[in-house]
């Protein structure tokens, strides 16, 4: 498989891999998915009308991990490269700041979308050359779980080569990722984009599951050391049937319960296009009953939204936009744990995010 760090024992899911997955997998917290790269980040920053410089992405991600109780409601974050290595404005590493808050640090590993030759305009994801001694390297810096997201896209058919082609990166990442003490985060992610409705969603989604397990099978990924972050079962973006928490709810645990096995210790969900409101309501409706997994959340906007435009770019703004974030935070604890309500929400939490095959 990969090339260890040398020096270093291999950890089997029965160390530390697996005390790392309870911590991420503990009732009542998710993950905050902060790896956009530097390029999406300047989009985001774009947005507030701030230029994309490596002092407001530091200004940023320092804002972003320094919220007060934070650790409360987040297990886990996810960073892209260059913030696994960045410290704050203060100059304290990142990594120690989350440690110091009871929060896994992980990475993202694989290198983005791009166009899949002989296919129906579709994508896969690079990465795998010189995973083995990337990984080895973002352990030594703190990294103890990594991510690799690829796309399919129903519009675009999906083709059986994307399916196959998604399925075989994820499983050659895990088996690569667990053979370098990293908990692999599996992330098989179906586009929101399209007019097609929840049973179509819910149809490719089997497919694209089952081969994923069944590559990881044949791959020798241990199950019961990963976590899978999929998307939720909705219609796409563009149809005019919207569905309810409560109907999402039952598509996605319908999907889970044909698709994973128990192994598995926690789904955290990503948000996609969805509003901050609606993910929180939805991941909310998953939890009204006892589940074989943890079933939780791994969001990025859904969780940033507002803070990013609360804060603005501008200083005086910092603790009202990190208050955001905890609002958020505590919302999506909340809903992990069956309890949320959305009475009280502001309105901007309740806009909806959407862009079409956006990427990190």
């Known amino acids: 498989m990969g090339r260890r760090a040398p020096g270093r024992r291999p950890e089997g899911v029965h160390g530390r ?13 998710g993950i905050l998915a902060m790896d956009e790269s530097n390029a999406t980040c300047g989009k985001r920053l774009d947005s507030i009308g701030l230029e994309n410089t490596e002092a407001n992405r530091q200004a940023f991600r320092t804002l972003l991990v320094s919220v007060p ?14 913030t696994l290595y960045q410290s704050t404005v203060d100059g304290k590493k990142i990594v120690d700041i989350l440690v110091e808050q009871g929060i896994v640090p992980g990475i993202k590993v694989d290198k983005g979308l791009v166009p899949l030759t002989g296919s129906n305009d579709e994508s896969w ?58 908990v692999p985060i599996v992330e098989p992610e179906i586009l929101l984009d399209g007019e097609h409705g929840i049973e179509r969603t819910f149809e490719v989604a089997q497919k694209v599951w ?24 909705t219609p796409g973006a563009e149809c005019k049937d919207r569905a309810t928490p409560e109907q999402v709810a039952d598509y996605t645990l319908k999907l889970l319960s044909r698709r994973v096995p128990p192994a598995v210790p926690g789904i955290m969900f990503l948000s996609g296009g969805q509003s901050e409101v609606e993910a929180t309501l939805n991941l909310n409706a998953m939890n009204q009953g006892p589940n074989p997994w943890h079933v939780s959340f791994s969001y990025a906007r859904a969780l940033q939204n507002t803070c990013l435009k609360t804060w603005g770019g501008r200083p005086e703004n910092v603790k ?41």
């Open 320 to 360: 009202a936009a990190q208050e955001a974030l905890l609002l958020r935070a505590k919302a999506n604890s909340l809903a992990q744990l069956g309890k949320y309500t959305s009475d009280g929400e502001a309105a901007e939490a309740k806009e909806g995010m959407f862009v079409k095959n956006y990427s990190y």
């Open 125 to 182: 994801c690079q990465g795998l050359d010189g995973l083995a001694s990337r990984e080895a390297a973002y352990y030594q810096q703190g990294a103890r779980f990594a991510k690799w997201r690829t796309v399919v896209s129903i519009p675009n058919g999906p083709s059986e080569l994307a399916v196959k082609e998604a399925a075989w990166g994820l499983a050659r990442y895990a088996a690569i990722s667990q053979d370098n003490g990293l």
């Open 69 to 82: 109780g934070l650790g409360n409601h987040i297990s886990g974050a996810i960073l892209f490269e260059e």
């Open 17 to 29: 891999p697996r005390r790392r997955l309870k911590t991420i997998a503990s009732p009542g917290r």
């Open 210 to 233: 089952a081969e994923t397990f069944y590559q990881m099978a044949q791959n020798n990924v241990m199950f019961e050391g990963i976590l899978l972050k999929p998307s939720m079962v």
